[in-house]
């Protein structure tokens, strides 16, 4: 049995160090609470990076994966298989969509919707429709397509591996005047995310995605919405599109789809969808029966008005608890994002130090995340127990104190 010991150090000894993973190990979870090696509780407001969307070890998820593990895990895309086409008809009915393909990962989701969008272009007989239009500060990714969206601003995810994909122009988030200045009749899409994740929990103006969407119509460009982070709940709508009223040729999910079981989906129209006809895309794992048997499970589960009523109920009692912790440690200059996708944005004088205090709430037994090193982040269960909510907020006062008084002996010394 491979069961033997293992320590945090052996992560240096065997595994490629593209993470610095914390210094201890999380071996078991239930609900927004996990437990190390050494039995010490956490309170997750991490969620796995907003994959958890159920916490660790829902009854829903678990029956899904154990019931559909006895029975077929895999077949190969020569054969469809039951839980794919029941997660089909959920995803189509429940969206804009008409059509979805499945992958396991919001790479792969946003590699396919690029390929998809040039592969649009290419059929429209415009000469050189290839250009795609994407945001200073995106994340989508870390192929080599999706990394060449994402960015600019971080050249270490991009400008080391050149020569990159061409034909993509960045321009500034949320400002609709610079996108107009550079879609045009070569543009085959534009790559937005409704809020952006990584690069600082920024919600896009609805005017700017307004605006997108006319340029887009105008020029005969997709409009992908990377919903990777935002989507599923997340915000407290099913998909974030939904709460702006725009509505996009794709969309792309995954994080939150399997609740933790990796699986991902791009989701387009019956207008689109024929552009990628047998064997100009593919995958061998995407939709294959175990994560769409979990993924149709969590996702029946969180598309109810209790769920996502219940998201905006806890959003509304982080914020006002965060508004008062800062009322008296004056450490953020704001705090903003939608549903469970929180962004706690440092005061200026504290700049880059978004890492220093999440390593603080670990040590007080609590998972946060950063988004940039000037935004301390929370992407929580969407089910997490207010109780939990009580009881991490203590613990991340205790790291915000902790922090302060480190910040004034820094300035004595
Ligand atoms: C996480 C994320 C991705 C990449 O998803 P992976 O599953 O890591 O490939 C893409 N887009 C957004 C907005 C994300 O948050």
């Not at 969808?273 to 061998?284: L, M, W, Y």
Request: proline content about 5%.
């Amino acid at each position: 049995m491979n069961n033997f010991a293992v320590s945090r150090n052996d992560f240096n000894e065997w595994i490629v160090p593209v993470f610095a993973p914390a210094n201890f190990i999380p071996v078991r979870g239930e609900g927004s609470r996990i437990w190390d090696q050494e039995n010490k509780e956490y309170i997750d407001f991490a969620g796995g990076i907003a994959v958890n969307a159920l916490g660790h070890a829902h009854p829903v998820a678990v029956n899904a994966l154990t019931e559909q593990a006895t029975k077929l895990w895999h077949v190969g895309n020569g054969y469809t298989n039951e839980p794919v086409l029941r997660l089909a008809k959920q995803l189509t009915e429940n969206t804009f969509a008409d059509k979805v393909f499945f992958c396991n990962s919001g790479a792969e989701a946003n590699e396919a919707a690029l390929k998809l969008a040039r592969k649009v272009g290419l059929d429209s007989g415009v000469a050189g429709k290839s250009g795609i239009v994407a945001f200073n500060n995106a994340f989508h990714g870390r192929t080599l397509f999706t990394v060449s969206a994402g960015g600019p601003g971080q050249p270490k995810y991009s400008q080391d591996f050149a020569p990159l994909p061409n034909g993509i122009n960045h321009v500034a988030f949320n400002d609709l005047e610079a996108a107009k200045a550079v879609i045009n009749e070569q543009t085959c899409a534009v790559i937005v995310e409704p809020i952006q994740g990584e690069g600082g929990v920024i919600p896009a103006d609805i005017e700017f995605l307004k605006g997108l969407r006319e340029l887009c119509d105008q020029f005969g460009a997709l409009l992908i919405f990377d919903e990777v982070q935002t989507g599923v709940g997340r915000t407290g709508a099913l998909y974030a599109y939904m709460n702006y009223g725009v509505i996009p040729d794709v969309l792309t999910t995954a994080k939150a789809l399997g609740g933790g079981f990796p699986v991902g989906a791009m989701l387009t129209t019956d207008r689109f969808a024929p552009h990628f006809s047998v064997g100009t895309h593919g995958t061998t794992y995407g939709g294959n029966p175990l994560a769409s048997a979990v993924a149709g499970a969590v996702f029946e589960f969180i598309n109810t008005p209790e769920v996502l009523n219940g998201v905006k109920e806890r959003h509304d009692y982080y914020k006002k608890a965060l508004n008062q912790l800062n009322e008296k440690y004056e450490i953020f200059e704001t705090i903003r994002g939608e549903g469970l996708l929180i962004g706690c944005a440092l005061e200026d004088k504290f700049a880059g130090k978004a890492k220093d205090i999440n390593n603080l709430a670990g040590e007080e037994g609590l998972l946060s995340l950063i988004a940039g090193p000037n935004v301390v982040r929370f992407t929580p269960s969407l089910i997490i127990p207010f109780a939990d909510i009580d009881e991490g907020l203590k613990r991340f006062e205790r790291a915000l104190a902790r922090f302060v008084e480190i910040q004034k002996d820094e300035q004595a010394a």
